[in-house]
Every structure is written in structure tokens, then in C-alpha cells.
């Protein structure tokens, strides 16, 4: 930005220079002409005083001819009689017009010429006066270098101006720049002092609330979930302590464990509110491993439900960068959808592709359905769905699979039905 600035500011100010420069130049090139020319009809003048005398006056015109062919200008003169007197020069057409009364400048080979006439007792005297082309141009060179001169001091100072203007601008936008990426990155302490011009600064000033505002959304939001889970807290202790009271020992154990695992879903949503996504230290999981106790867990309501489960999974394990509790809830929220939103008997599939031989690239989760397939791909996001749901269960799974660096993404699968994608990166 700072050096598309100064561009700018050079483009503009070189057209400036040229509109002003260039008119300058020719100018001092006609000015320049037009004093050689007034010298050259000067020293012809003063030479016709004594043109049109007698012949008893020629000495006092080879005085005045020798008078002025002391500078670069020549002056001869063309008497009646066919002589010449002064700079030798031959008789042109051009003298054969002034010779019938008509005083004129010529342009000539090397120079321009002024053609005086001259009337006397014995006829018509023609002086001419040569001015070179090193006196028309005299100056002019001199002239156009401090012209240029002009424009280069011109140039390099609003090069100069213009780079300390745009650095300041480009200064202030930069921290904007700075402080909204940190923003995205979850960093909400982020604040920038706001500097620059008025629109600039009035951008940083609402960038500042925005943070604010978020932070203390964010704050509320966690304190909510805090406090749901305290609510929790009395109906799971009752809970518990009712299944302790069961005859049934294993009915005992087995809704012991489940009331367990319900406490630690509470405990690691009530965490997850309180700790930003980037400061929760790096996980990792075997997916293979995830998938196949999942499968273990849906396997018998399907089987109840007359559902058909393929399980596919590698032998060895499978290494992504997510938790085992994260991707095993996302693996539990779209096996739910499937059981919600497709017929009874309505068979699913799932399975774990791994990553490159050395235990990189990317693995894939993969919940694929034999029902009439998604409305839409769009429904991934918060609150979008096609089946009269909040959508938030593919939410979670998107978000998990963000948070790891990977993506879920919709599809068809080979029967019609969803096919649904967790792309994860792999890695120790």
C-alpha cells in the first residue's frame, strides 16, 4: 500500500511537471529565436543608415558593416551596381525579393536571414544579415537542464513527502491489519491505538469495540455453560444415587458407567467454555481405534433397528490430531442423525482411511447412509437443516474437524445416501 502510494503521488506529480515543464522549454526556445533574430535586424538597420547614401559614402558603410560582423551574425549588402560589401554571400532568391522594396526574415541553410531593402540615387541596396543556428539556440540547452533541474528537485520532494504521508496511513492500517488477525486468531485482549487519518482511526476505534464486545459475549456464554452444568450437577447425583439403589448388579454397573460418562461430557463442555480453542494443549487419538468402539456402541441399536452396519477400518492404528472424547462425540452425532433422519432398517457404513505410508497427509472418517441422501450441501452450518432439526449436530463435527485443521464436507454416497467426511490430519 505504502509504495502504491507513492506511485500515486509520482504519477501525479509528473503530469503536473509535463504540463508546465514542456510549454517552459518551447517558450525559451522562442525566446531565445526571437532575441537572435531582433540582434540580426538591429545590426541590418544600422548598416541601411549608410546603404542608400552615394558612392562617396562607401567608406562609411565598410565601417559599419565591419562594426557589426565582429559577433557569430554576418551582414553583407547588396548594392545596385551588382557589388557586395562585407561577409562574402551569394545573391539568392530570396535577396532577388527584397530588392522590389519587400523587407522579410528567411529561413536559410544553417541560420534564418534578414532581408532589408534599401532605396537610393542610384537604386535599390538589399542588406542581409545571417544569424546562425548556434545563436537562435544560444541559452536554450542551458535553460531546458534547469528546467529539468526543477523537476527533478519537484520529483525526489514529493517522492519524500508522499512516502512519509503513506507511511504514516499505511502505519495505522497495518495495526488494523495486525490487531484483526489477532482477533480472528482468538486472541480478544487485542486493542489498537487509533492512529491515521479520521476514517482510519474511526475504523480502529469500532475494531476496538467489536473485540469488547465479543470478549464479553464469549464471557457470558461460559458463564451460562458453568452454570447449566451446576444445574446438572443435583439431577446426576440424584440419578446416581437412584441406580444405586437397583437389585440388578449389572443393570447396577452398566448405568454407573453411563451416568460416569455423562459426567465427563459435562465436565469437558463446561472446560471447552471456559478455555479458548487455542489454548487447549494438542491431542491425538488412533481413529481406527475411536471408530471401532463406536461401531461396538451403535452395533446393537442397530441390530435392534434391523439396520445393517459395515464397519471398515485399517488393522493398524490410525494417528489424527484430535482427542478421542472430541472425535468420538462428533462419530456420535452424526451416527445419531442417521438413526433420527432415516427410515427404520435403513443400513450405514463406517469407516477410516488412513494417510500416506509415513504417517502424514490426511486421514478420513467416513458415516455413509443408504437413505434418500442430504436436501442440500450447505448443511454443515449452525442452524441449517433439512429435516426439521437446529442442524447443530453437523455443526459440531464441522467444528471439530476445524479445530484439528482438517474439514467435513457433504456428499453422495455409491447408494444415494449421505456421505459424510471428516478430513483429519494425521501425525504423532
Given at each position: 500500500m505504502r509504495r502504491l502510494l507513492v506511485w500515486y503521488g509520482l504519477a501525479m506529480t509528473s503530469i503536473v511537471l509535463v504540463a508546465f515543464l514542456v510549454p517552459l522549454g518551447l517558450l525559451a526556445r522562442s525566446l531565445a529565436q526571437d532575441r537572435a533574430?531582433?540582434?540580426?535586424?538591429?545590426?541590418?538597420?544600422?548598416?541601411?543608415?549608410?546603404?542608400?547614401?552615394?558612392?562617396?559614402?562607401?567608406?562609411?558603410?565598410?565601417?559599419?558593416?565591419?562594426?557589426?560582423?565582429?559577433?557569430?551574425?554576418?551582414?553583407?549588402?547588396?548594392?545596385?551596381?551588382?557589388?557586395?560589401?562585407?561577409?562574402?554571400?551569394?545573391?539568392s532568391s530570396s535577396t532577388d525579393l527584397a530588392a522590389v522594396g519587400r523587407a522579410f526574415t528567411a529561413r536559410t541553410a544553417?541560420?534564418?536571414?534578414?532581408?532589408?531593402?534599401?532605396?537610393?540615387?542610384?537604386?535599390?541596396?538589399?542588406?542581409?544579415?545571417?544569424?546562425?543556428?548556434?545563436?537562435?539556440?544560444?541559452?536554450?540547452?542551458?535553460?531546458?537542464?534547469?528546467?529539468?533541474?526543477?523537476?527533478?528537485?519537484?520529483?525526489?520532494?514529493?517522492?519524500?513527502?508522499?512516502?512519509?504521508i503513506a507511511a504514516r496511513l499505511s502505519r495505522s492500517v497495518l495495526d488494523l491489519s495486525e490487531v484483526a488477525g489477532c482477533l480472528g486468531a482468538g486472541d480478544l485482549t487485542a486493542r489498537v491505538d487509533p492512529s491515521g487519518p479520521a476514517e482510519v482511526a474511526s475504523v480502529g476505534r469500532v475494531l476496538n469495540e467489536l473485540g469488547a464486545r465479543v470478549a464479553g459475549l464469549l464471557a457470558d456464554e461460559r458463564e451460562l455453560v458453568a452454570d447449566l452444568s451446576h444445574r446438572l450437577r443435583t439431577p446426576i447425583t440424584a440419578l446416581r444415587l437412584d441406580v444405586e439403589m437397583l437389585d440388578d448388579s449389572r443393570d447396577r454397573d452398566r448405568l454407573t458407567d453411563h451416568i460416569d460418562d455423562l459426567v465427563g461430557a459435562v465436565d469437558a463442555i463446561v472446560w471447552t467454555a471456559r478455555h479458548p480453542a487455542h489454548d487447549a494443549p494438542a491431542s491425538r487419538c488412533d481413529a481406527a481405534s475411536v471408530v471401532g468402539d463406536r461401531a461396538m456402541f451403535w452395533g446393537v441399536l442397530a441390530a435392534d433397528q434391523g439396520r445393517d452396519l459395515r464397519v471398515a477400518i485399517p488393522d493398524g492404528p490410525v494417528e489424527v490430531r484430535v482427542s478421542a472424547e472430541e472425535l468420538g462425540a462428533a462419530l456420535d452425532v452424526l451416527v445419531d442423525n442417521v438413526f433420527s433422519h432415516t427410515l427404520v432398517g435403513t443400513g450405514f457404513a463406517l469407516e477410516v482411511h488412513a494417510g500416506d505410508a509415513r504417517g502424514g497427509g490426511t486421514a478420513r472418517v467416513v458415516v455413509e447412509d443408504d437413505g434418500p441422501g442430504l436436501a442440500t450441501l450447505d448443511m454443515a452450518e449452525r442452524g441449517r437443516s433439512g429435516a426439521g432439526s437446529t442442524g447443530l449436530g453437523l455443526d459440531v463435527a464441522r467444528r471439530t474437524a476445524e479445530r484439528a485443521g482438517g474439514r467435513l464436507t457433504l456428499g453422495s454416497g455409491s447408494s444415494g445416501g449421505a456421505r459424510i467426511v471428516l478430513e483429519l490430519p494425521c501425525g504423532p
Open positions: 533574430v531582433s540582434a540580426g535586424r538591429q545590426d541590418a538597420q544600422s548598416v541601411a543608415v549608410f546603404a542608400g547614401g552615394t558612392s562617396a559614402e562607401g567608406a562609411r558603410l565598410e565601417a559599419a558593416v565591419l562594426a557589426v560582423n565582429g559577433d557569430q551574425r554576418r551582414t553583407t549588402v547588396f548594392l545596385p551596381d551588382g557589388s557586395r560589401v562585407g561577409a562574402p554571400a551569394e545573391m544553417g541560420g534564418v536571414e534578414v532581408l532589408l531593402p534599401v532605396g537610393g540615387s542610384d537604386g535599390v541596396a538589399v542588406v542581409r544579415t545571417f544569424v546562425p543556428d548556434a545563436e537562435l539556440t544560444q541559452g536554450v540547452q542551458q535553460s531546458w537542464l534547469v528546467l529539468a533541474g526543477v523537476g527533478v528537485v519537484l520529483i525526489g520532494a514529493t517522492v519524500i513527502a508522499g512516502d512519509r
